[in-house]
């Protein structure tokens, strides 16, 4: 029995916002940037400080583009013609509505090398990049990606976050690596799949990723198609914010989730303090008793933390 009240803990919160978003058929960057801000004016509207978009959210671009030719030639256009124009857009809405916004991610060409990449925008500062480590047979063989090698930590206001695109959350070890030495309590997992079994992989493992490190996950997932535009012809999504699921938090570990395969916007108030408290007092501790068993895996990557902080 206890007998004194707990100890109080400093409140960390923070407001998250996921777009599910639905690709179309578009005829110019304008219609993009318009669809976009969009959303990213509703999210203001609830007032998010971080708002994230969905994996490859560029890839509508490939209309302006033109979608004729080789799939992996087509991604090297859209990432030649566009990468300048998509950050200039996010920089903006990030600066304009003062909201930390994962802009899904992007085709980048670092040198010969095409990557998919994730970034973050912020309201006056520069944007950090992540790019996706592992990568599915579909990206290796068809639109001919290559892997990236090293983890990006974000040390904001209400705590640390890292990004982890789609495929990445299906590796517990780079998630382990982020929270049990960098100190990331947020993942945010942009993400893309063509049917329900993809879209049942990545929440499975994001919501596995959350119990076992005791952190929040962030679900935002693609919906919609490009026509005649191969592997994306057609998106199935289910966004969703997850927690650990112990006493302070939803009994299912279910802060919120989308309806399936539809196009809106879902928002949950987290607070990274509560987590803490769950790590040392929760029913089960897994953050606190992975930190002295021997399971444990080598990176060879760099992993760089960047301060991002505006109070």
């Not at 080789?70 to 304009?96: G, N, Y």
């Not at 579909?138 to 209400?158: H, M, N, Y």
Request: one cysteine or more; charged letters at 25%; hydrophobic letters at 40%.
């Amino acid at each position: 029995m206890r007998f004194s009240a707990p100890k109080p803990v400093l409140s960390r919160p923070v407001r998250v916002c996921a777009v599910q978003y639905a690709l179309r058929t578009i005829s110019s960057f304008q219609e993009f940037a318009d669809h976009v801000e969009s959303f990213v004016d509703v999210a203001d509207d609830y007032d998010a400080d971080l708002i994230v978009f969905p994996e490859l959210l560029g890839v509508q671009l490939m209309g302006p583009t033109s979608g004729e030719g080789e799939p992996s030639d087509v991604m090297r256009r859209l990432a030649f013609e566009h990468t300048e124009h998509f950050d200039a857009l996010f920089m903006r809405l990030a600066k304009d509505y003062e909201r930390i916004i994962v802009g899904g991610s992007m085709p980048r060409l670092a040198g010969d090398r095409l990557l998919n990449v994730a970034s973050v925008y912020f309201p006056e500062a520069e944007p950090l990049h992540q790019a996706k480590l592992h990568l599915t047979p579909a990206e290796r063989k068809i639109w001919k990606f290559s892997p990236g090698r090293d983890l990006l930590v974000v040390d904001t206001d209400f705590g640390k976050f890292a990004v982890a695109i789609c495929y990445d959350v299906q590796f517990p070890e780079l998630v382990k690596i982020l929270c049990n030495h960098h100190g990331v309590e947020l993942l945010v997992v942009p993400y893309m799949t063509d049917d329900r079994r993809g879209t049942c992989r990545v929440t499975t493992c994001a919501r596995a990723r959350a119990i076992e490190n005791q952190i929040y996950t962030v679900t935002a997932g693609m919906v919609g198609s490009l026509p005649l535009m191969t592997d994306l012809t057609s998106q199935y999504a289910q966004s969703g914010i997850f927690t650990p699921a112990d006493l302070a938090f939803p009994m299912d570990g279910v802060a919120t989730e989308a309806a399936a395969n539809v196009e809106q916007v879902i928002v949950a108030d987290l607070d990274l303090a509560i987590l803490d408290r769950a790590r040392n007092h929760g029913s089960v501790q897994t953050f606190r008793d992975s930190q002295d068993d021997t399971l444990h895996t080598r990176f060879d990557g760099d992993v760089k933390t960047e301060i991002r902080r505006f109070s």
